[in-house]
Nanobody, 121 residues
């Protein structure tokens, strides 16, 4: 089994920073793309940031210039550095990773449990 465990969420004042981590464990043969979504009640789920296996990054317009996604393949971890946080960044953040658990099985998207980020003003 593959599990993704998130950490780093919390309460922060507007203008502050948080760093989210998402660690994958279990039977991992290879990982492809990884990234982050966020969800606020009453709003559509939003893709925040993605990073390919080759390290190419992409971001939602709302977070460009403020958030940075990165990965450490040796640690099977994806990060989201969030700077200059705004109240509208308040959401539950979910990480994902596309993981194959053997050389002959397809990539399957695995999800973290979610971590709450609250930005006060």
């Amino acid at each position: 089994q593959v599990q993704l465990v998130e950490s780093g969420g919390g309460l922060v004042q507007a203008g502050g920073s948080l760093r989210l981590s998402c660690v994958a464990s279990g039977f991992i043969f290879s990982m492809n793309g990884m990234g982050w979504y966020r969800q606020t009640p009453g709003k559509q789920r939003e893709l925040v940031a993605v990073i390919t296996s080759g390290g190419i990054e992409n971001y939602a317009d709302a977070v460009k210039g403020r958030f940075t996604v990165s990965r450490d393949n040796a640690k099977s971890t994806v990060y989201l550095q969030m700077n200059s946080l705004k109240p509208e960044d308040t959401a539950v953040y979910y990480c994902y990773a596309d993981i194959a658990d053997s050389p002959r099985t397809p990539y399957i998207r695995r999800w973290g449990q979610g971590t709450q980020v609250t930005v006060s003003s």
